[in-house]
């Protein structure tokens, strides 16, 4: 979306992050607060937990936007969704939200702005109903132990559940909410 407009950039170094086994291996996408977004498949996936990370260095955010997303195969219907926004003098949050509604759930922790964070967003399918399934938000979990109390979870409200998972987004989002990363 947005093709041709202030395209996401590939940027060398990659960003690093201690304990990471891909730490500082190959390199990093910057992405400004207006402009291109870009999408990568996989195999889709319809049960159970799905995971997806990203470490993230917030230059700067404004009024907030989402930046990453898990989506299935529309474009226009984002499942699970990491936000960032400013905070103040203090720094940032993070939020999430499931599907493509206009609810977020942010956390009150205040993050400092030019850190490198690592991100893990993950959805839960659930069998009860079609509104039942989870998103959570992961921030610096410890690596290589078991899997920790996410920072922000469970968020269920947002509308009907994903039918499959196939794409992340990289979105740039909107000049006056999404943040510079």
Known sequence: SGA???SITV???????T????????NAATMNNN??????SFTAITSGNVYASCLAKVTSALTGDHFFSIIGTSTTTFNA????????ASGIN???SKNSSTTITY????????????LVLKYTYNSGT?????????VNPALGSSEPSPLIAPVTSGGNDATSLSNILLRQGSSTTAPTL
């Open 11 to 17: 940027t060398t170094p990659g960003l690093t992050y």
């Open 19 to 26: 304990g990471s086994p891909s730490s500082g291996v190959g």
């Open 130 to 138: 079609t509104t039942d399934d989870v998103v959570s938000l992961y």
């Open 94 to 96: 993070f939020g999430v």
């Open 107 to 118: 956390d009150a922790t205040a993050f400092a702005l030019n850190t490198t964070y690592l």
């Open 35 to 40: 402009g291109e977004d870009v999408t990568k």
């Open 4 to 6: 041709g407009s202030n």
């Open 81 to 88: 969704r990491i936000y960032v926004k400013s905070n103040g």
